[in-house]
């Protein structure tokens, strides 16, 4: 009986030990199936298939005429391996071959060609007069499998340092790094493709399969509102200007349209050639080629601030013509004694040695008199003041589509008192950057309406066609903020810089048969650094104005000195 009762425990207890075991697998297989199955799925995927990559086209980006190209993609191959595919007694002589044939260490090579892995990237973006070499040397061999010849891309700029600073360039993958083709690299990378092939576990081809082929999708092409031609006689001039001067510091040129915000060319100087990038003087050490690069790519008309120095002056006539405070041509209003005391200071002017006597606003302004400037500064007061300055922009970037824009330096409005005020006035002991300076005049020469600052005009799609079949052609349209000054004082402001170029420190910038405005300017780059920024600002024709330019040197040591109207 005891015997029985034992029996029937035991056929229970497997029973219950049946069940549990049961209940386990089947919650481990539902976990499996039903949690973790699509990651399974994905990781099975991943090792029986073989993919690689088909670079897409990047897109072209052409000047403002829609027709000269600044950078394109030409056609290029790249090689890969799949170890596996490999026959072992092969191994050895194609990686020789392929080091042969591309210049690689031929150590390095054989590593990755006995890698155990599915594939290896031998070398990217060679041309295919190279790959056909390898092309006939594999039918030779009889080698067919292992070796992949790949459709690959590689970015090209037939002007070479043209607009560098503006255009860019891009890595070894395809991705823009700078300039243009950093911001616009959504539009213009495009989508990659793919090639595809079902492989085993070990990662080695199956018989009676194909590769599969996933198009790549080309990016979308860019006009810019730069001018080729435009750019290349400003990119002449300026480092003409920089060699004569010795600018230690280079220089840059910014030329503007006023009316729709085009820049129709920015140089900067030095520059570099958009085909070699990485190009520096190998003699140096590792920091200082680093450092020298950087400069290099480095757009200072957007990313580095200066004091404007008298240019500035444009806005303090600006505000206090348009608040009412003085005109342009009430003879003997003024008078320069070579000096003005604000708070117990003396602030001298320019050509305190030899003051400028009676003024009107307009001779103020053709002389650059600092005394004259300093006191309209006084009478705006500092909340005025800086209204003004933030309707011209000076309190954010203007949202130029490069990258790495600065914003100005001023002191907060509470902590300006009225010496700081008078420094203001006259353009110094702030910092702005020169794109901040092209914008302001463009808003006083497009009739007084602040605009924003573009380069690209145009997005070309190269996969989406509008009802007509044509390219979706995406237009940027220019972007006008508020009223800065009236047309009135626009007009006043404009006239007054004629009667610069045409009888003040500006004359050397009159030419014969057109009506040039501009204003001359000069400060320290920093304090007590005995460097110097010397620019200026101007425009044409002043009855209807065209065309901005602003022009800035960083130290010039040469014999001519520093001062702007140089």
């Not at 915000?261 to 680093?290: C, H, M, R, W």
């Amino acid at each position: 009986m005891v015997g029985k009762i034992s029996t029937k425990k035991r056929m229970r207890n497997a029973i219950f030990l049946t069940l549990i075991i049961i209940t386990a697998l089947l919650t481990r297989i539902g976990y499996i199936q039903f949690i973790k199955g699509g990651e399974l799925k994905a990781k099975a995927y991943a090792q029986q298939t073989s993919d690689r990559t088909v670079s897409a086209k990047r897109g072209t980006i052409y000047d403002s005429t829609g027709k000269t190209v600044l950078a394109v993609s030409s056609t290029v191959e790249t090689v890969t391996v799949n170890p596996t595919n490999i026959k072992e007694e092969n191994k050895e002589k194609i990686a020789k071959k392929l080091s042969e044939l591309f210049e690689l260490d031929y150590e390095k090579v054989l590593k990755r060609v006995k890698k155990r892995s599915s594939i290896e990237t031998i070398v990217k973006k060679v041309d295919k007069e190279k790959t056909n070499e390898l092309r006939k040397w594999l039918q030779e061999n009889n080698i067919s499998e292992g070796i992949n010849i790949d459709e690959d891309t590689k970015r090209y700029y037939p002007l070479n340092n043209l607009a560098s600073q503006i255009i860019g360039f891009c890595g070894s993958d395809n991705q823009g790094l700078n300039g243009v083709e950093a911001k616009y690299d959504d539009y213009l990378k495009g989508k990659a493709g793919a090639i595809s092939k079902i492989t085993d576990a070990s990662g080695a081809s199956i018989k009676d399969t194909y590769e599969e082929y996933t198009n790549p999708k080309d990016g979308d092409d860019l006009v810019l509102t730069i001018d080729s031609t435009i750019q290349g006689i400003a990119e002449k001039y300026l480092k003409e200007a920089c060699i004569d001067n010795v600018c230690t510091d280079g220089g840059n040129i910014i030329i503007m349209s006023p009316k729709t915000g085009d820049i129709l060319a920015l140089a900067s100087y030095p520059d570099y050639n958009l085909n070699d990038p990485f190009a520096v003087d190998e003699s140096l050490p590792k920091e200082e080629q680093t450092k020298q690069m950087q400069q290099l790519w480095r757009n200072k008309a957007i990313s580095d601030t200066y004091e404007p120095g008298s240019t500035f002056k444009l806005v303090t006539a600006s505000a206090s013509l348009e608040e009412g405070i003085t005109t342009p041509d009430r003879a003997g209003e003024f008078c320069c004694f070579g000096y003005i005391e604000i708070a117990g200071v003396k602030m001298k002017c320019w050509r305190h040695y030899r003051p400028h006597g009676s003024e009107s606003l307009r001779d103020a302004l053709m002389n650059s008199c600092n005394p004259v400037f300093i006191g309209l500064g006084q009478k705006l007061g500092v909340h005025k003041y800086y209204e003004y300055l933030n309707k011209f922009g000076f309190f954010k970037i203007t949202g130029i589509d490069i990258p790495g824009e600065a914003g100005s330096i001023f002191l907060k409005e509470e902590k300006v008192g009225p010496v700081e005020l008078g420094t203001i006035a006259f353009g110094q002991r702030f910092e702005v950057t020169p794109i901040q300076m092209a914008t302001m005049l463009s808003s006083i020469a497009n009739g007084g309406t602040y605009i924003k600052p573009r380069v690209v005009k145009q997005i070309i799609s190269n996969t989406e066609t509008d009802e007509e079949g044509n390219k979706k052609v995406t237009n940027i349209e220019p972007i006008n903020g508020e009223r800065v000054i009236s047309e009135k004082t626009a007009k006043e402001v404009l006239s007054m810089m004629q009667t610069v170029v045409d009888e003040g420190t500006g004359k050397n910038a009159k030419v014969e048969g057109y009506s040039i405005g501009g204003k001359t300017g000069t400060s320290e780059d920093g304090v007590n650094t005995n460097k110097y920024v010397t620019s200026f600002i101007g425009t044409a024709p002043t009855e209807d104005p065209e065309v901005v330019v602003l022009i800035t040197l960083y130290n010039p040591t040469g014999e001519g000195g520093h001062q702007g109207g140089e």
